[in-house]
């Protein structure tokens, strides 16, 4: 008989992404049925632009498809220094930049070289699924602050959580998975509270671009020229270029980090996809015309879905950017919660949610509207009659 496998402890609780389960389980399902109407994944449903699907086509016929240095191209690097210094109005240069293979690998990046066994990461809710287990697999500990009744960030319960082992503090603006859009009295507040206590800052802003009213979504990097040295920005080609499958991201931030991430990639990942650096590079020089298109689809999208929840008399986060909305279900659950709502309504009515418990809020569940105007109407009947049950 073969011995039981024994995995680490590392990985033996750890369980695929939510997210990305859920989105395999509705593929799968689609396939039996011709009725799954799949709001799941967050996961534009627009081709990438042309300009980086040329670039990535002419960087395959030159035949140079090789290792590039391990924080990336120099040339990609030089113009992602001028994209965050003209995107977040705060200088930067190629050295402050890693290029990295996704933004789950920036992230992953960061946190592996910030948090070490017994240190505490603060992580407003809600939040988006994998930064809980990307802490913990840096043997660190993830402390999780409810939001206020109105789904603000809650700053005296934010500073309450913090203790001796607290080194760093997650922002996410705009939101996944809730669309929410940090304010400037919140940054302001929120860097304060860092400086304060002396706490690092990890910016996700891959969903900056995607921002529907209001002002555009600003950086705490911004609220203070002092604030370069505490704060580490995430970005990626993922959502706003609607370029996935690319896996394609970067960090920003202070050098001795930018240096430890390039090392810790250099052994452990070597340097990132030579094609996908020239797709993401066409992007950044200047913004391809299919950006603007796409958002003005999403803005649309958005407004029909959050008028469509609001008139099932469901309450939600304020969902100014990224593309989901967090309505609460509460009034709905059985004693499984969320998860057990989305399994009866997948496999009763065909609909694909994420439920909440996976971003640390129960009550709720996530729709993605990265999908057609159809789906979304339909999605919205499909719950109205779930909700009648
Ligand atoms: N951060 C957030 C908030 C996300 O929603 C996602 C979605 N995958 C990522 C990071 C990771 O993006 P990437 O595809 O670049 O890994
Ligand atoms: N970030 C997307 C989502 O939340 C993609 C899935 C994932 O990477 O977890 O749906």
Known sequence: MAPAMKLSPTVADLSLSVTLALDARAKELARERDDIVNMAVGEPDFPAPAACLEAAERRLRSGHVKYT?????????????????????????AADIVVCHSA????????????????????PLPA?????????????????????????????????????????????????????VLDADELRALTDLARRHDLWILSDEIYRRLVYEGPPAGSPVAAGADLRERVAIVDGASKCFAMTGFRI?????????????????????????????????????????????????????????????????????????AFYAFPDVGAYLD??????????????????????????????????????????REALARLGEFLKR
């Not at 789950?104 to 946190?111: C, E, F, N, Q």
């Not at 996908?276 to 689809?297: F, G, H, I, K, N």
């Not at 057990?340 to 439920?355: I, K, T, Y």
């Open 128 to 180: 988006w699924v994998s930064y809980f287990e990307m802490v913990k697999i840096a043997g660190a500990t993830p402390v999780l602050v409810p939001p206020r009744p109105d789904y603000r960030p809650d700053l005296e319960a934010i500073e309450r959580a913090i203790g001796p082992r607290t080194r760093a503090l997650l922002l996410c603006s705009p939101s996944n998975p809730s669309g929410y």
């Open 249 to 321: 991201g970067f960090l920003c931030g202070p050098r001795p980090l930018i240096s430890a991430v390039t090392n810790l990639h250099s052994q452990m990942t070597g340097s990132p996809n030579a094609v996908s650096q020239d797709a993401y590079e066409a992007a950044l020089v200047e913004e391809p015309p299919e950006v603007a298109t796409m958002v003005r689809a999403f803005a649309e999208r958005r407004g029909v879905l959050v008028d469509g929840l609001r008139a099932l008399g469901l309450s939600l986060p304020e969902p100014r950017g």
């Open 335 to 376: 004693e499984r919660g969320s998860v057990g709502f989305c399994a009866d309504l997948l496999e009763d009515r065909g609909l694909a949610l994420v439920p909440g418990a996976a971003f640390g809020m129960d009550r709720h569940v996530r729709l993605s509207y990265a999908t057609s105007l159809a789906n979304i």
């Open 104 to 123: 789950k690998h920036a992230l992953s990046g960061a946190i592996l070289a910030l948090l070490g066994a017994g240190d505490e990461m603060l992580i």
């Open 69 to 93: 240095p391990a924080a990336g191209t120099p040339s990609l690097r030089a113009t992602i220094a001028r994209y965050v210094t003209e995107t977040r109005g705060v200088p930067y240069e």
